[in-house]
């Protein structure tokens, strides 16, 4: 029997892929459909696996209404995400554009720059994120000291800057004293822009300086057009990895509630967060879309 | 003369002979109009001026980088007392080996390295083998139902693990529920045995099937690379009578080395840095990370014969940061000598463009 040459690649298609879609329904898709399952019943370990019993909404109900801290986590990482992921796209790009410069030490400056990317998912980063973050006598002292006083407040006042509202004033402080995790956090974004900026065609660049640009109308006009494509990528790429951090309040929430036990609870309050950040992504996927430059060839 | 033609200037005035350098210049502005001069003007005030703050803005980011690493160096070579001695800032007054030793001790160290390197190696490299091959299958094949497949990889990038831990957790203990069927067919005894947890087949188990640690991004970082690649490679291969398979091993693969070599090095990382899937599938602290995640309660085991001793918080500080030396070493002396691989390589692993 012969089948067309293109159905018989086809077949070949399913036998690369079988390995992984095995694993799959075992290791991912099987317990993703259990842990659905779990928040809505009330479970618990026994011998042999869990037993549960169909509670409907319960679980959910809990999570809003009884459980006080969810709702409290939720908001504040949501924020969090909220300006945190604009701040680090805005550094990493303009990170990314220095370090696409030639100067003296370029290499040892991109390899220090790079090297949060080793270590930012381990617990190491926990321990020295822990160390600064925390002032005072509980942890480094003196050293955390540098980063945790006010050094925002006082060069405002140096400079002579009292108008500011309050509110604008907390505003800059939050960003000052977050620029540890800030810059800890961008080490693949910085890659992936530096990446896109060195695929920007040489002629583009030469038509520019032929027109006089400016480094300025140059950055707008050039470079930020060409790499729009990564930073939709880097956008999403910096949310799921604040949503996905083990040290992120509602995850830490969610750790609780399974050592508690409350399995129920634990897998409502999870899914609830998930289907959140999914639909967001989605909103700014769809969003970003239309603004993205995409070069036809 | 080659001289004359150096005078030659470049909107193609011939500049007379003899001249100095400043004269030409001087000629030269003559001929501009007043928005080229600002535009030059410009431009010189930027090339003086810029290299100065991207020197300040650099030098303070990595110091802001390195500081948590030259502060663990500094700890970790400290004596206790010097914790409240306030003249010491970053050199130690007594340089000493004691804290180091104790805390590779509470880590027991060596064997744990061992541990660690020969789970992360191995399950790293089954694990690039079996995505680069998935990765292929997305890239190159057309079949139904692949959009919907892909769309599951794309899931097991944005699931987090803490989701589906403990099911998978379930899955271990009864051995995807074979466990009771065993043991009433051959009593507790062989039942007991069908226990994965606490073994490292819960780790080798999802990586050899494709479904390790950030398998989903593995997956989906080949495929980018492999969809990069040359149609006619494969139709080169296929009029020389390859089959797919050969095809994929012969022609395909050998392309990808430096593809394969960076996907690994992130592997051996990300599995390096793991505490949470180890944690929940080991109970005893079988690697570094889980180590280190510990070393309060090892340390005061270790030190005091009792889990309960708090040990002031203050000196505590030095084993932890000897602890956090310990752990980024290895880390960093693979990043000393591949760094090329890291950086480069995700520039042609094709995740951009």
Known sequence: MKMPYERRKGLYGYGFIALWLVGTLIWFLYPLANSLMYSFMEVRPEKGGMQGTWVGLKNYMYVFTVDQNYSKYLVSVLLETLWKTPLILIFSLFIAVILNQKFKGRAFARAVFFLPVIIAT????????????KSGASSAGQFSTMFSTDLMGELFQFIGIYGLSDKMQTMVETVSNNIFGIVWNAGIQILIFLAALQNIP????????MEGATAWEYFWKITLPYVSPMILACLIFTV??????PDNLVMGRVLDMQSDWQYGNAAAMAWIYFAIVLAAVGIITVILNQFIYYEVD | ?????????????????GLSKKEIRAIHMRNMNKEEIAYLRRKEAMEKVWPVARFLILFGLCFIILYPLMYMLSCSFRAQED?????????PRHLTLKILSQTMDAMDFWKTLGNTLLLNIGCSLVQVVTCAITGYGFARFRFKGKNLLFGIVIMMI???????????????RYCLGLQPIIENAFGPAVG?????????????LPALMANGIRAGLMIFIFRQFFKGLPKELEDAAYLDGCGPFRTFIQVMVPNAASSFLTVFLFSVVWYWNDYYVSSTFFTQNATIALMLKNLNTLLSIKLFNSATVEISPREQILWMEAGCLLAV????????????????????SGLVG
Do not use: C
Request: negative net charge; charged residues 15%; proline residues 6%.
């Open chain 1, 122 to 133: 381990g617990p190491v980063y926990n321990i020295i994120n822990g160390d600064i973050s």
């Open chain 1, 202 to 209: 040489v002629s583009a660049k030469e038509a520019a300086q």
């Open chain 1, 240 to 245: 799921i990895d604040s949503f996905t951090a």
């Open chain 2, 1 to 17: 003369m080659a001289k004359e033609k150096e005078m030659l200037a470049s909107d193609g005035h011939v500049v007379g002979n």
């Open chain 2, 83 to 91: 914790m409240s001695d306030p003249t010491v800032m970053w050199i």
């Open chain 2, 158 to 172: 944005l699931v987090p693990n803490q989701i589906i831990a403990i099911p998978q957790y379930m899955e271990f």
């Open chain 2, 192 to 204: 007991s045995k069908f226990n994965l947890i606490d073994t490292p087949l819960t780790m080798y």
């Open chain 2, 329 to 348: 070493t290895p880390l960093l002396v693979m990043y000393a000598f591949l760094q090329k691989y890291f950086t480069e390589g995700i520039e042609r």
